[in-house]
C-alpha cells in the first residue's frame, strides 16, 4: 500500500471493518506499532499498547456475553473454555486477516522488512487495540455490533463443536472405548418464543444419563451436553 495520510489510513480501517469511529485520533493510535514510533522519536507519536491492553478486557467481555447468551446451561468452567477458543492469538490474527487490516497498520521498517503485517501476534495485538479505541469512543453496544460481524463465524463454530473441538464425535470415540457403547441425545425440553427457542438436552449411554444442557439450537445443546459427559467420564473414579 502506498503511504497513506493519517485521515486516509483510518479512512481505510473504517471501511474494512465497516466501523465509524467516533475517536479518529484513538483509532489512529490503535494501529500504530510501536517499532513505527521507535523509529520517529522526532515527531509525536503514540502506540498501540495502552488500547492492547483496554481491548484485551473488552474483547473477553464481549465474547463471553455472546458465548452466554448462546449456552444458557453452560457453567463458568465450560464457557472459559469457549471463549478460549475464540479469544487467543490465532482466532484474533484470522480475524484480523479477514479485514485486512495489516495493510493499514503503521509499521517501522524492520518489522516491516520481517513481515510484520502478518505475524499473528502483531495482527491480533492490533486487532485488540482497534476493539479498545471502538469501545473508547463508541462504546460497548459498537463493540458488541462487531463481535456479531467479525467473530459470526468463531462462534457459530464453537456452537457447532468445530475449532477442532467436536465433542459429539469426541464422545461417540471415548463412549465406545470405554463402554462399548453409543451416546444417545434426547431433547427434555423446549422453552421461549419461536423465533428464539432454547432447547435442554439430554445424553444417556446404556442405561445412564450423563448430563444436560441447553443451547438456542439442538446441536449447540448436544455439543454442550456431550462436552459436559467427556468430563464426566475423564474424571477419577
Do not use: W
Amino acid at each position: 500500500m502506498p503511504r497513506l495520510t493519517d485521515t486516509e489510513r483510518v479512512t481505510a480501517l473504517e471501511t474494512r471493518a465497516l466501523i465509524d469511529f467516533a475517536d479518529k485520533a484513538q483509532a489512529l493510535i490503535a494501529i500504530t506499532h510501536k517499532s513505527y514510533c521507535n523509529e520517529h522519536k522526532d515527531e509525536p507519536c503514540a502506540d498501540n499498547e495502552r488500547l492492547e491492553f483496554l481491548g484485551d478486557a473488552v474483547i473477553d467481555l464481549a465474547i463471553g456475553q455472546r458465548l452466554m447468551e448462546r449456552f444458557p446451561g453452560s457453567n463458568e468452567g465450560e464457557l472459559t473454555k469457549l471463549r478460549a477458543l475464540i479469544v487467543n492469538e490465532e482466532g484474533l490474527a484470522r480475524v484480523a486477516r479477514a479485514i485486512n487490516l495489516g495493510e493499514v497498520l503503521q509499521l517501522g521498517r524492520g518489522e516491516e522488512l520481517t513481515g510484520g503485517r502478518d505475524k499473528n501476534s502483531v495482527l491480533a495485538d492490533a486487532l485488540e487495540a482497534v476493539i479498545g479505541a471502538l469501545y473508547v469512543g463508541n462504546g460497548m453496544a459498537a463493540v458488541l455490533g462487531f463481535v456479531d460481524r467479525a467473530f459470526a463465524e468463531a462462534l457459530e463454530g464453537v456452537a457447532h463443536g468445530r475449532n477442532g473441538h467436536d465433542y459429539k464425535s469426541l464422545l461417540q470415540e471415548d463412549a465406545q472405548s470405554r463402554l462399548k457403547a453409543s451416546p444417545r441425545y434426547r431433547v427434555v425440553s423446549e422453552t421461549g418464543p419461536d423465533h428464539s427457542k432454547i432447547f435442554e438436552v439430554e445424553v444417556s449411554i446404556g442405561a445412564d444419563v450423563f448430563a444436560r444442557s441447553s443451547g438456542r439450537s439442538k446441536k449447540e445443546a448436544e455439543q454442550s451436553a456431550a462436552q459436559k459427559t467427556l468430563e464426566l467420564l475423564a474424571a477419577p473414579r
